[in-house]
């Protein structure tokens, strides 16, 4: 019945599988903190269904990702693939952390990431890769706990781009 109204006005239905085509991704963020720093995001890539792939470039410039005793400079990419079962980013790059250490005097800490990948399906996030932790390489794997929150801290900020 439907059928026959549609015809009625001139339509005609075309029954076609799921065609999807992917789209192009151009995205820009700018944060700013209250400090003075900022963090500029550039993500650029393809997004489909069921998956996605990404580019991301952020620069952190005296950013403050909490208080203003502690500020990160420095610039990392992510490359990022999803689809309907995995996410897998692989970072690269170096930050260098500045702020009070454990004894109140100041302290800089600098990290680099040499294909740092971050695979996330099934029971959480699995790592692989080399994190450099002031001149000294570290297997991802065995990252120290502290290195692996602050980093977790810090690489959050993709979430906006």
Do not use: C, W
Request: charged share 20%.
């Amino acid at each position: 019945m439907f059928k026959k109204m549609l015809s009625a006005f001139g339509f005609s239905l075309l029954v076609a599988g799921p065609a999807a085509a992917a789209l192009d991704l151009q995205k820009s963020v700018l944060l700013s903190d209250a400090f003075g720093g900022s963090l500029a995001i550039e993500t650029s890539g393809t997004v489909d269904i069921p998956g996605a792939e990404t580019t991301g470039v952020a620069v952190f410039t005296a950013f403050h990702p909490g208080t203003e005793a502690r500020s990160v400079d420095g610039e990392v990419t992510r490359n990022r693939q999803r689809n309907a079962e995995e996410v897998v980013s692989v970072y690269n790059g170096e930050l260098t952390f500045s702020g009070p250490g454990d004894d109140g005097t100041g302290q800089i800490v600098t990290i680099a990431f040499d294909n740092l990948q971050v695979t996330r399906a099934g029971n959480g996030p699995e790592f692989s890769g080399t994190v450099i932790l002031n001149g000294e390489v570290i297997d991802a794997t065995e990252m120290p706990e502290r290195v692996a929150r602050i980093l977790g801290a810090v690489l959050r900020f993709f979430h906006y781009a």
